[in-house]
């Protein structure tokens, strides 16, 4: 069968002039736009990002699917069944689809499952990823400092998906990256002050959208139940400047 192509778009963290000229000159051509959104009647919040750039266009169908923000697997399947059976058709019909996704494909994006089952779905289709500014590198933007320098290690971590083992984690690794915040931000706050680092953590909310949020005083955000577009940078810059002191890199570890 000769489907049309599927198209991975990364939009960026926020601010529409971050998107690339890869995923505009993408998002204009193609026959279809998908567009995931959290419920029936919430916005898009990628086709808020694209819309002042891509617009509206008479010969272009926008296909909102609606995935629910949920860990069940029986409400995440029934979405993408839905989702599926919508992309399906117009692909097999020859349509293009762009399926616009926040941030780049490649990190905790809903493209990534769609990517996995593309192939067993519609066997010999072209699947084209177009990748985008991540939030993981929008943050430091905004922050305006590195994330990590020399022979300083990362760590990211889905918070929502637990942090018992957040303290190892942030005693392990120089910069610590907390994403899908949620209702954990208690806890994360906790093992910020059991390690001495609540100092060392910036919580920045809505990089680059007009909502934007910074704070290093985390104690002040305690209360927020994590923004869905929030994320927490621990540097601990005990270890980065590789041109200021001669320190071998082995040294530098058993120093931990
Ligand atoms: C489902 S993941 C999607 C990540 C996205 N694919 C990316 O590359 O940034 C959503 C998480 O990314 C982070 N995030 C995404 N956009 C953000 C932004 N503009 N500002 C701060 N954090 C953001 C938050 O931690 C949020 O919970």
Redesign the pocket.
């Known amino acids: 069968m000769n489907y049309g192509t599927l198209y991975g778009v ?1 939009v960026g ?2 601010a529409p002039d971050l998107l690339t000229l890869r995923a505009v000159e993408t998002l204009q051509r193609v026959d279809v736009i998908a567009l995931p959104r959290s419920s029936d009647y919430g916005s898009s919040t990628a086709w808020r990002i694209i819309e002042p750039v891509v617009g509206k266009r008479s010969n272009q169908e926008r296909l909102f699917l609606t995935f629910p923000m949920s860990k069940e697997p029986a409400r995440l399947r029934q979405a993408w069944d839905a989702a599926f059976a919508k992309i399906g058709e117009r692909l097999k019909s020859g349509r293009s689809v762009a399926f616009a ?10 493209f990534g499952y769609l990517l996995g089952e593309a192939p067993r779905r519609w066997p010999g289709i072209r699947v084209e990823v177009v990748p ?5 590198a ?2 430091p933007a ?1 922050l305006g400092a590195p994330l990590a320098d020399g022979l300083e290690r990362i760590a990211i971590i ?1 918070a ?1 998906y637990g942090v018992t083992d957040l303290v190892t984690i942030l005693n392990t690794f120089d910069t610590t990256i ?5 209702s954990e931000m208690p806890k994360v706050i906790e093992a910020l002050e059991r390690t001495g680092l609540l100092h060392k953590a910036a919580y ?6 007009p909502e ?1 949020k910074v704070t290093t005083d985390l104690r002040a955000v305690r209360g927020e139940r ?6 927490i940078v621990v540097a601990r810059r005990e270890r980065s400047g590789v041109l200021a002191g001669e320190v071998s890199p082995n040294a530098a570890l058993a120093q931990r």
Do not use: H, R, W
């Open positions: 990364g963290p926020g996704t926040e941030g780049d494909p490649s990190l905790y994006s809903t985008g500014v991540s939030s993981i929008a943050v905004v889905p929502n907390l994403m899908k915040i949620g920045v909310a809505k990089a680059t959208m934007q994590g923004d869905c577009f929030a994320m």
